[in-house]
């Protein structure tokens, strides 16, 4: 199979006799970690015995280590007595491995990058066998440790996209929420424009062999597609279980997640981080005061008043709410990455209404390069706006905050039905939400004018509303 599994007899010459008759040395075998001195003068013996073998390949398909899988009580050799070996071994560091820098299936999932799915990372060797035998070719693991930088870098090498957001997968339980903070924190210093990591976490108790099983494809697929933002894990993971009633405590939030921003290397994604943790302490904490006394009253909302449980991504999640802004953002995006597009979208783009003044001036300045070049590429248009000045809307549009939100508008989706499709739902959201924003203005108007015409109006546009 693609993997190669194998078995280690229990037999601690074996192995080594057959590579002593094609003339390897023991010297050899004790330096790549297959055998182990012999004390006292006797002879070497193999490392692995009476387990199920993984091979470990490196990026090339080459086999560099192994682990070991113990079999189960019953399968054991009767001479086995009441030793209970260690459930799983792996080689020891040698020249040709270093287990910090390796993820175990990674030539398979270069290869299924490399053809659009998915990267993930799960726990260990048996998770990766299951996930790709349910046709789910991008999964990693680490090798027994916590993931490492060296690991990250790698996973976002591996990606052939643009936009580099694997997915870490961890238990739902609160070892796994811990694993997942710790992620997290080796991750934070390492972003990068168009470089993050999602988080995914399993139902509790559920590994993804087991979930597949019970589940189906469907049901892993569904943790994979709840996979939130660094962001909002960011958010969850210092807020969920907590109250902030006093002032004291929302300030102690807020030191603790100025610092984590802090930690950000780059720039220019550090104050994008810092832009959208000050958006979601002031939606929390200013912009609905009502919502604020129902959550100290136990009555409802997020994170304040009540102790919510960090959410398992096998159960839908609330995405953040999104700004009519951030909304614009990615329907100008789409268009610039792209603009094979804009023959389907340009009516409603042009009756687009932006308050925006520099971002509106965007938009009419995109129809008009469009209109007078259907056939332009992205990159062409890109050069183009930038000519006329538009370099910081583009960097503002153009960023991981953006796609994170709408991720269909990024360079890497291939796909320009679906760009179409998912461009034209949000544009009919934001119609959805002009027209509320109509009827509830016209019924305050009709009531203070008395007028029986602005009120038959209304219930017009309320039957339109409910007919759509």
């Not at 870490?168 to 924190?185: I, K, P, T």
């Not at 976490?201 to 697929?221: N, R, T």
């Not at 009540?306 to 909304?327: H, N, T, W, Y």
């Not at 009919?428 to 108007?445: A, R, Y």
Request: contains cysteine; aromatic residues 8%.
């Amino acid at each position: 199979n693609a993997f190669r599994l194998g078995f280690a007899p229990s037999d601690g010459q074996a192995l080594r006799s057959y590579l002593l008759a094609r003339e390897y040395k023991d010297e050899q075998m004790i330096e790549l970690g297959l055998a182990k001195a012999g004390k006292d003068g006797r002879d070497p013996y193999i490392f692995f015995r009476e387990r199920v073998m993984v091979p470990v390949m490196d990026r090339r398909g080459r086999v560099i280590a192994f682990g070991g899988r113990t079999l189960p009580d019953h399968m054991r050799g009767p001479n086995s007595g009441s030793y209970t070996p260690a459930k799983y071994m792996n080689s020891p560091e040698t020249p040709i491995f270093n287990k910090s820098m390796v993820l175990y299936g990674a030539p398979q999932a270069r290869q299924a990058s490399g053809d659009g799915q998915i990267m993930f990372v799960v726990e260990g060797y048996f998770d990766v066998i299951a996930a790709h035998q349910a046709g789910f070719n991008g999964a990693v693991a680490p090798m027994g440790t916590a993931l490492t930088e060296e690991q990250i870098m790698l996973l976002w090498k591996m990606i052939a996209s643009d936009l580099k957001e694997p997915i870490l997968c961890f238990d739902g339980d609160n070892a796994g929420r811990r694993a997942a903070e710790r992620a997290a924190e080796r991750v934070l210093p390492m972003l990068g424009a168009g470089r993050s990591v999602r988080f995914a976490f399993l139902p509790d108790g559920e590994d993804p062999d087991s979930l597949i099983k019970g589940g189906g494809k469907s049901a892993f697929a569904k943790v994979l597609e709840n996979a939130i933002p660094m962001v909002e894990f960011l958010w969850r993971s210092h807020t969920a279980g907590r109250t902030f009633e006093t002032p004291e405590q929302r300030a102690g939030l807020i030191k603790t997640l100025n610092e984590a921003v802090a930690r950000i290397a780059d720039r220019d994604v550090q104050k994008q981080y810092d832009v959208m943790v000050r958006e979601k302490i002031s939606a929390a904490f200013y912009t609905n005061r009502r919502q604020g006394q129902a959550n100290k009253s136990g009555k409802g909302g997020f994170g304040f008043g009540q102790k919510p449980k960090m959410p398992g991504a096998g159960i839908a999640l609330r995405q953040p709410k999104q700004s009519r802004d951030v909304q614009v953002r990615i329907l100008i995006a789409a268009l610039l990455n792209h603009p094979a597009i804009f023959d389907s979208v340009e009516e409603p783009f042009a009756m687009l209404v932006i308050a925006n003044e520099r971002l509106d001036t965007l938009r009419q300045t995109i129809i008009r390069v469009l209109g007078d070049d259907p056939e332009m590429q992205k990159d062409a248009l890109g050069v183009e706006l930038n000519r006329l000045g538009f370099g910081r809307e583009l960097d503002l549009i153009l960023s991981s905050a953006t796609y994170m939100h709408g991720r269909f508008a990024a360079p890497v989706q291939e796909d320009i039905n679906i760009v179409i499709s998912k461009w034209s739902g949000l544009v009919h959201s934001l119609e959805e939400s002009d027209v509320l924003k109509e009827i509830k203005t016209g019924w305050k108007s009709a009531f203070h004018a008395s007028s029986e015409e602005e009120e038959e109006r209304i219930r017009q546009m309320m039957k339109g509303q409910n007919s759509s």
